[in-house]
T-cell receptor
Framework: ETGVTQSPTHLIKTRGQQVTLRCSSQ?????VSWYQQALGQGPQFIFQYYREEENGRGNFPPRFSGLQFPNYSSELNVNALELDDSALYLCASSGGLPRAEAFFGQGTRLTVV | GQQVMQIPQYQHVQEGEDFTTYCNSS?????IQWYKQRPGGHPVFLIQLVKSGEVKKQKRLTFQFGEAKKNSSLHITATQTTDVGTYFC?????????FGTGTSLTVIP
């Protein structure tokens, strides 16, 4: 167990809807990163939050947004869902140091129909 | 744009044979991490390399970071069935993280 928990584990949404995914980081970790992993692909970096501020973003449109709370838990919000958004969404927490390893949660499997 | 490629995409080996996966970045990386992901699971951190030319070993696993900090490799000696999974490299540039395309390892008993 990594101490990183994500909810829900599975979710089915309709195209055009909005979704919120949640992540509780490991105790003592102030950095959370979100990734999208399509089937058979490597994780794609969405963005990273450090002490409640976004401090890095991958090549994802603005309808992907996030939040980090004072307790360092985090949310990923996706608006106007598209079929291609179907994927495993992973969050990873780390201690915030440039060289810190990341601990991944089990992920949320999102299916958009 | 930034890309991190891995080869091979798939590798089938007989148990006891060696295995190597290679990771190449289009740009210089500040560090590189390696992860293992079992089918249906999440990536699990294996190691991080930071210095140019760095070599680290973990039992049967040997990790290398290239002199130019653009490539890396993972070598497994005498594979076991427990080594099955997909191995990903993940390179860091600034605050961006780029995962490689992964190498799926199958070990035949």
């Amino acid at each position: 167990e990594t101490g990183v928990t994500q909810s829900p584990t599975h979710l089915i949404k309709t195209r055009g809807q909005q979704v919120t995914l949640r992540c509780s980081s490991q105790s003592g970790h102030n950095t959370v990163s979100w990734y999208q992993q399509a089937l058979g692909q490597g994780p794609q970096f969405i963005f990273q939050y450090y002490r409640e501020e976004e401090n890095g973003r991958g090549n994802f449109p603005p309808r992907f947004s996030g939040l980090q709370f004072p307790n360092y838990s985090s949310e990923l919000n996706v608006n106007a869902l598209e079929l291609d958004d179907s994927a495993l969404y992973l969050c990873a927490s780390s201690g915030g140091l440039p060289r810190a390893e990341a601990f991944f949660g089990q992920g949320t499997r999102l299916t958009v129909v | 744009g930034q890309q991190v490629m891995q080869i091979p995409q798939y590798q089938h080996v007989q148990e006891g044979e060696d295995f190597t996966t290679y990771c190449n970045s289009s740009t210089t990386l500040s560090n590189i991490q390696w992860y293992k992901q079992r089918p249906g699971g999440h990536p699990v951190f294996l190691i991080q390399l930071v210095k140019s030319g760095e070599v680290k070993k973990q039992k049967r696993l040997t990790f290398q970071f290239g002199e130019a900090k653009k490539n890396s490799s993972l070598h497994i000696t005498a594979t076991q069935t427990t080594d099955v999974g997909t191995y990903f490299c993940a390179g860091r540039t600034g605050n961006q993280f780029y995962f490689g395309t992964g190498t799926s390892l199958t070990v035949i008993p």
